[in-house]
Structures are given as structure tokens and as C-alpha cells.
């Protein structure tokens, strides 16, 4: 004899609680990648645009100066360049350090170089930018002038 469905029944069956554990595994699965690709361009952007305020406030420190600021060891502002930087700015960051380049001659002068041990960071920030720019190592750099 087969019995009627209770009306009055409440909760859920495994087999319902496993299914939706299923589909939401399935869906995170799918988010994950297109999540990390997110965080990953999130952070090329913070360092690219770290980047481009070096660039601006070495070419204001040019203008008022008549010379480029001097070269100094990776991850050290330049002395008098931090007047052109913003309050609290540092060179060195989570993930990655900067480090302001003067080459002094042709065909380059100037530049500001990203170093960091995350391949994929340095390679998406490099794409953001404008040439010439090249990579040697973990270190990715931008010509300024």
C-alpha cells in the first residue's frame, strides 16, 4: 500500500540538501577563475597607476628643477621627488616594489620599473601600459622619457 505525501511535512531530504550543495560547488567552480582574473587586473591597475603618478611627479620635479631627480636604490624616493608625491606615498607595496630609474643618455633618460615574484601581476600591468617598455626577470619596466 502506498501512502499519501504529508502536507504537514518540514525540512529537507539529503538528497535534496546534497543537490543543492551540487549545484552551488558547480557554480563556484565556474566563478573562481573569472573572480581571480579580476583580482589579479584589480592589482595590475593599483601598480600601474602607482606608476603614473611617478611618472608625473618626476616630470613636474624636471620642469621646476631643469633635471631628472637621481637615480637611488629600488624601493627609495628620490630626494625632493616625495614633494611631488602624495602624503604617505612608498615605493614599496604589498606584492610588488618600484623603483625609479635614471639611465642618464640615449635613447632613454628616464624610467620606473615594477618588480614583483607574481608573473601574471607583472605581465598584466605591462599590458596596461603604453611603450616602450620591456621585462627581464621580475622586473617590469617603463620608459618615462
Avoid: C
Avoid at 501512502?3 to 551540487?22: N, Q, W
Avoid at 607583472?122 to 616602450?132: E, Y
Wanted: a negative charge; charged letters at 15%; glycine letters at 8%.
Amino acid at each position: 500500500m502506498i501512502r499519501p505525501a504529508s502536507k504537514d511535512r518540514h525540512g529537507v531530504t539529503l538528497i535534496e540538501l546534497l543537490t543543492v550543495m551540487v549545484v552551488v560547488s558547480v557554480l563556484a567552480a565556474i566563478a573562481q577563475p573569472l573572480l581571480f582574473g579580476v583580482i589579479i587586473k584589480a592589482r595590475a591597475a593599483d601598480a600601474v597607476s602607482d606608476m603614473q603618478l611617478i611618472r608625473l611627479a618626476v616630470y613636474n620635479y624636471q620642469t621646476d628643477e631643469q633635471a631628472w631627480p637621481s637615480e637611488q636604490s629600488v624601493g627609495v624616493v628620490p630626494p625632493g621627488l616625495d614633494a611631488y608625491l602624495p602624503e604617505g606615498f612608498d615605493l614599496v607595496n604589498q606584492g610588488y616594489t618600484l623603483d625609479f630609474d635614471y639611465w642618464g643618455g640615449s635613447p632613454f633618460m628616464v624610467g620606473v620599473t615594477l618588480i614583483t615574484a607574481d608573473t601574471l601581476l607583472g605581465r598584466t600591468a605591462l599590458d596596461m601600459l603604453a611603450s616602450p617598455k620591456w621585462t627581464a626577470g621580475d622586473k617590469y619596466t617603463w620608459v618615462i622619457e
